[in-house]
């Protein structure tokens, strides 16, 4: 009876370690270009839309369309910052920088928990949870306001948590 018990003992070690063994890879942080495709790039600026993947970040993904850089941006809070306070504090830096210039984002329904499209400056916010997704063009008048949504709708989901 003693040596079943030990062989049972032994039986059940081996198993734990050879199961601890394995090491498992983290899961992948979410990257800015994980969040639009060059395709949909493509579909919203036309056939000519090139990603620049040589310029690209995790935080930041390009690409060159229309005659502008339109820009994918992806952050989340570090160190006791929300995202919406390193976004509110960006948008205060950029006010009175443009002429024209509204305070505050205009209101932006139905992209992540709140979202704001700054004009002069070529940029829509979107919150969803503590992650920010801002999408920029440079320079602003190069792309239309429905444009810059589509690609926010489409990199809103894939948004991480």
């Given at each position: 009876m003693?040596r079943?018990?030990w062989?049972?003992i ?6 734990c370690l ?11 942080a979410?990257?800015?270009?994980d ?6 790039f493509?579909?919203v ?6 990603v620049?993947?040589?310029a ?6 390009c690409?060159?369309?229309?005659g502008?850089?339109v820009?994918v941006?992806?952050s989340r ?15 205060v ?14 209101g932006?329904?139905?992209?992540g928990d709140?979202?704001g499209?700054?004009e002069?400056?070529g940029?829509l ?7 920010l997704?801002r999408?920029t ?8 306001f ?7 709708e489409k ?7």
């Amino acid at each position: 009876m003693k040596r079943i018990a030990w062989l049972m003992i032994g039986m059940g070690m081996f198993g734990c370690l050879a199961g601890c063994s394995k090491k498992q890879e983290p899961p992948k942080a979410a990257q800015a270009c994980d969040l639009v495709t060059p395709q949909e790039f493509q579909a919203v600026f036309g056939a000519a839309a090139k990603v620049n993947t040589a310029a690209a970040t995790p935080e930041k993904c390009c690409a060159d369309a229309q005659g502008a850089s339109v820009c994918v941006w992806l952050s989340r809070g570090i160190a006791g910052t929300s995202a919406r306070d390193k976004s509110q504090l960006h948008v205060v830096e950029m006010v009175g920088k443009y002429p024209g210039q509204p305070d505050l984002p205009v209101g932006v329904a139905g992209l992540g928990d709140t979202a704001g499209w700054v004009e002069n400056v070529g940029e829509l916010f979107v919150f969803k949870g503590n992650v920010l997704l801002r999408v920029t063009v440079n320079p602003p008048d190069r792309a239309t306001f429905e444009q810059v949504k589509t690609l926010a709708e489409k990199a809103a989901p894939r948004l991480p948590n």
